[in-house]
């Protein structure tokens, strides 16, 4: 299983947002304990550094020791532009997702995603498969 993770789960997990810390850290643990299996895009990076400047080199350092960067060009950038979705970051997020192979992007924010070729699933329902073993 391949997964591309949203800005807003790893924002729950740097600044300790609750009551999504939980469900968004078991996301993290296992992109952790399966290396190569799980990406973010590069507009996530940057939201990360905007929006929790003060852990984001560190947090971002160690993030990027077991996640990937998904691999994006120009090609996937005019891609996320023609997909049926209102806003345009998550449609960047989801030429991402794809461009990584990603089976699923895990994100709290489903509705946005309805439009996305790449199937969106809450952190939730994630932490659920995985502790149940799916």
């Given at each position: 299983m391949r997964i591309l993770i949203d800005t807003d789960v790893l924002l729950d997990v740097t600044l300790g947002r609750e009551p999504w810390l939980a469900n968004s850290s078991v996301t993290l643990a296992w992109a952790v304990?399966?290396?190569?299996s799980a990406a973010v895009a590069w507009p996530t990076v940057a939201n990360i550094a905007h929006l929790a400047p003060a852990a984001a080199r560190s947090f971002l350092?160690?993030?990027?020791?077991?996640?990937?960067?998904?691999p994006c060009t120009t090609r996937h950038a005019l891609e996320a532009?023609?997909?049926?979705m209102s806003d345009l970051e998550d449609a960047l997020q989801s030429a991402a997702a794809l461009a990584f192979g990603a089976d699923w992007i895990v994100t709290r924010n489903l509705p946005d995603f309805?439009?996305?070729?790449v199937p969106a699933v809450a952190p939730a329902s994630f932490a659920d498969s995985i502790r149940a073993g799916t």
């Open positions: 304990d399966h290396p190569g350092a160690d993030l990027l020791t077991s996640v990937d960067v998904a532009l023609a997909f049926p309805r439009g996305s070729p």
